[in-house]
């Protein structure tokens, strides 16, 4: 890994202007502060459409602001080489590669005055001063002490959470002594209600009572894992790329993710990168190859300008471009030319399937009889294992056989030499070799079961190395930095599908060093009859690492082969007591699960910059398919083996109600949903009321909900989440609670009673297009018709006619109407407007293609109200005319 320099602000002999170094220094030998980031903005360049760009030539220094409510956490001078081995939770000696931060105003670090060291204060909390007063962020106070204001504000989420328990203890209590109610059966549901919505709330909020930060050190890094020859002893690393379908999950954003990784800052001969494509598609397998041939170009040219980010569709989305490379003259030529031929890339995948087929036709033409079966050929005129496009039997969808094929061998062990006559660009000094790329599609028949993602996620597991890295490829949810920072105090995180790192052994089904007997045995029964892959066990039991390059003979090859065979994990401990686990519908939880329960720790990293990013499903709908699954599993869980209130005797407590937490969460839905029906009580004649006094309870629901989003609010500004990522979430919660939530638990309720199958798995489409320029949440605004959207939808406009109905009875009855009943209808129209609001993007996808239009909402709801009402007053005046007995 190349280092920053640490010189200071010492400019140097290739860099006579010094913009290449830091700004800033985070300790007395220097290098970067990990917060600053010093950039340079280069000069215009064109646009693919021939237009110039502006580009502003301005230094700049961008600091991460939300670092401002979190300290680094003391650590003694000897801390890297007697730390505990953090993820078996034993004493394993091992360094540590991250910093820790906890939040301001924990008692491990609490600043007494601002001086130096060695003055009566805190010599860490004097660094972080010394670096936020440069930054500009530093705000001191008469009496001293900085960052008061964060500490107070650390103190007052705490004292809001007991605020808001107590006053829900109270509000209960009052309720169940006030048990007065115009239909008493749904007063009774109500405080079942309240009490599930405050068992449900102690559940989350108690895992956050020790929020950590970590973030990798990189110093630390170099300095235990570079080595004086230039090499590195950073883990070797297998990385996998997956995808089930090249039509949902468009094959160029695939790509992007393996040029990405192609390219990544990371020692080549250390780390492969393997495609696994579960559709068994040859568009993949040639979409793969036209990668490799294109990562020979962007590879180097990352290296040698420092490019971030390096997936190129997103790097040349780009309105500016910010320079940290080394040589800042060269850089406009070079990237015109890495855009121009990224453009051709581009077009040539889009030709990819009209070129298959007339290979396909041309080979078929002189190979085949007339009235044969149209064969899918490969570009070496071999036919493909996989899916044709016209299907047969062995050759069609969920019915082929494994394909593995080695795209990119192994780097050799010096760095490849620049040829001017393949690329014309200077790569002189730089390294062009690239990792060993691989394809690969595990078997399937219709005689076994392929056990949906978990299996192709065990056969990837098979098919690889010494680690797996997991890179994700559909929208994260948007308080997942916040979960996962406040589980790290107990047993770590859990596992989430998104970038996740495992340790071989672990995924493996072996226990912790901490756990584990002297003597494990490694047999086919339980991993299967390959003698290549138990022999990987045996050297990641023993810590062994082999990082020689492959001998790619016909054995290897027949080795691959077997073990992404359609049967092989039959008669074996794959997929309950090793690998993934099968029969769930949320394979990653339940293996998180079972990983935590064996003792293994786990760890969730704060990156500068996202690792990885995917694109989101197409549209609402889509989305609310992937949280039916994903409800779904959590509730299937709890019903199975792996209940955490029954299994893992080494299961830390907290840790339980964490898992619980993730089990139960979609019942909250059912009273969501009940609540969210209350509205239909304005269409009754009489006045209905769920509990009186009427006025005291909705005052205590104000100041419950008004409590627990502004502790949601103080928790985001630490967590360092956006304000309107936390409201998106919470409104979209609201729908996937009227929708997506009940459809889950139907599911399950079925599968007990019938003892059927279970949630079906379905692969989400992903948008083909993103625009950063746009509404990163615009799919929210689009649906199709759904049965799911049934609740929702009756939801929806059941609120807006009591809204309507409200307004017109409000001008038919408002003078007759005793003051305390113009109060009720007042503050029941409060509700009736909050869930307005809360399903504000659902009724944006109702409408349309007038949802590009957010603003529309504001006429199209008055509108409506005033129809309501207008509607209300008609059949009112009809009634009192000619049924003057009827009342309504």
């Known amino acids: 890994m190349s280092s920053p320099g640490s010189n200071g602000g010492a400019a140097r002999e290739d860099d006579p202007t010094g913009l290449g170094e830091p700004l800033l220094t985070n300790d007395d030998a220097g290098g970067f502060h990990t917060e600053t980031l010093a950039t340079v903005v280069v000069a215009a360049t064109t646009a693919p459409n021939g237009n110039a760009k502006v580009m502003k030539g301005s230094m700049k220094a961008e600091a991460k602001d939300d670092d401002r409510y979190w300290v680094d956490v003391h650590r003694e001078p000897n801390a890297v080489t007697t730390a505990a081995d953090l993820e078996s939770g034993g004493d394993g000696g091992r360094p540590l590669m991250f910093r820790e931060k906890k939040v301001l105003g924990d008692r491990r670090c609490r600043p007494q005055r601002a001086g130096p060291a060695g003055s009566g204060g805190c010599r860490r909390c004097f660094r972080r001063q010394t670096l936020l007063l440069l930054s500009g962020e530093l705000h001191w106070e008469e009496s001293g002490v900085p960052h008061q204001a964060a500490q107070v504000r650390h103190t007052r989420v705490w004292s809001l959470i007991l605020t808001r328990l107590v006053a829900v203890i109270l509000f209960i209590g009052w309720r169940i002594k006030h048990n007065n109610s115009d239909v008493m059966w749904f007063w009774t549901t109500s405080v079942v209600a309240d009490v599930w919505f405050t068992f449900s709330w102690l559940l989350y909020q108690m895992p956050k009572f020790n929020p950590i930060k970590r973030s990798p050190d990189l110093d630390a890094l170099r300095q235990y894992c570079d080595l004086p020859d230039g090499g590195s002893i950073l883990p070797a690393i297998d990385v996998f790329v997956t995808t089930a ?91 015109r030319h890495v855009q121009l031929e990224y453009q051709q890339y581009k077009a040539r995948l889009e030709m990819l399937t009209s070129t298959i087929r007339e290979r396909s036709d041309f080979y078929n033409s002189i190979k085949t009889t007339e009235g044969a079966v149209k064969v899918t050929w490969m570009a070496n005129g071999t036919q493909w294992p996989g899916t044709w496009f016209e299907p047969i039997d062995n050759h069609r969808k969920g019915h082929h056989e494994g394909v593995v094929q080695v795209v990119l061998e192994h780097p050799n062990g010096s760095k490849a030499q620049h040829d001017s006559n393949v690329n014309p660009l200077n790569f002189d000094g730089i390294d062009a070799r690239l990792p060993m790329l691989v394809y690969m599609a595990r078997g399937k028949s219709p005689c076994y079961d392929h056990n949906k993602k978990a299996g192709n996620l065990n056969a990837q597991l098979r098919t690889q190395g010494k680690e797996i890295t997991q890179p994700w490829f559909s929208s994260p ?412």
């Open 245 to 335: 379908d090249p039509i949902d999950e468009p094959v160029l954003y695939t790509m992007n993710s393996v040029l990405s990784i192609l390219a990544v800052d990371y020692p080549i001969d250390r780390y492969a990168c393997y495609l696994s494509d579960d559709s068994g598609t040859l568009i993949e397998y040639d979409t793969l190859v036209e990668t490799a041939n294109f990562a020979a170009l962007w590879a180097p040219f990352c290296r040698k300008h420092s490019i971030e980010p390096r997936a190129p569709e997103s790097y040349f989305q780009r309105e500016g471009m910010i320079y940290t490379g080394k040589s800042p003259s060269e850089f406009i030529n070079d990237y």
């Open 477 to 888: 949810n948007v308080l997942k930095t916040l979960t996962q920072q406040t589980d790290m105090a107990i047993q770590g995180p859990s596992y989430l599908s998104t970038s996740c790192m495992f340790r071989r052994l672990a995924l493996c089904g072996i226990d912790p060093p901490r756990w584990r007997p002297n003597d494990i045995p490694v047999d086919s029964s339980k991993f299967g009859n390959s003698i290549p892959f138990l022999n990987t066990v045996l050297e990641s039991l023993k810590q062994e690492s082999r990082i020689s390059p492959l001998n790619l003979d016909d054995s290897f090859i027949a080795n691959m082969m077997l073990v992404v065979s359609s049967s092989f994990d039959i008669g074996t401990d794959w997929g309950r007591g090793v690998g993934y686990i099968y029969e769930m519908a949320t394979e990653d939880m339940v293996t998180g699960f079972r990983i935590h329960k064996q003792g293994w720790h786990s760890m969730y990293c704060t990156m500068d910059v996202d690792t990885f990013r995917g694109t989101a499903p197409i549209n609402l709908t889509e989305r609310l398919y992937q949280i039916v699954r994903w409800a779904g599993g959590s509730v299937e869980m709890f019903f199975s083996h792996n209940n955490p209130l029954l299994v893992g005797w080494r299961l830390h407590p907290m840790q339980r109600t964490v898992y619980l937490n993730y089990n139960i969460y979609p019942i909250t839905s059912l009273f969501l949903l009940l609540y969210a029906l209350c509205p239909v009580m304005w269409l009754l004649p009489e006045e209905i009321l769920i509990q009186r006094p009427f006025t005291t309870y909705v005052v205590f629901l104000i100041i419950i909900i008004a409590l627990i989003h502004t502790i949601g609010i103080m928790e985001i500004k630490w967590a360092g989440t956006k304000w309107l990522d936390w409201w998106r979430n919470e409104q979209f919660f609201m729908i996937a609670s009227l929708s997506a939530y009940p459809t889950a638990l139907l599911h399950i309720v079925v599968k007990l009673l019938t003892r059927g199958k279970g949630i079906r798995f379905r692969v989400t489409s992903k948008q083909t297009k993103v625009d950063d320029n746009e509404d990163k949440y615009a799919e929210m605004y689009e649906m199709r018709w759904v049965p799911m959207l049934i609740p929702a939808m009756v939801v929806l406009f059941s609120n807006t006619m009591a809204i309507g109905v409200a307004i017109g009875k409000a001008i038919v009855y408002g003078r007759v109407w005793p003051t305390t009943q113009r109060l009720h209808a007042m503050l029941g129209l409060l509700f009736n407007v909050w869930l307005m609001i809360l399903l504000q993007p659902f009724a944006l996808a109702v409408i349309g293609r007038w949802s590009k239009k957010p603003s529309i909402l504001f006429i199209l709801f008055p509108v409506a109200f005033v129809v309501f009402a207008w509607v209300y007053i008609c059949v009112h005046v009809f009634v009192v005319n000619f049924f003057s007995s009827m009342e309504i």
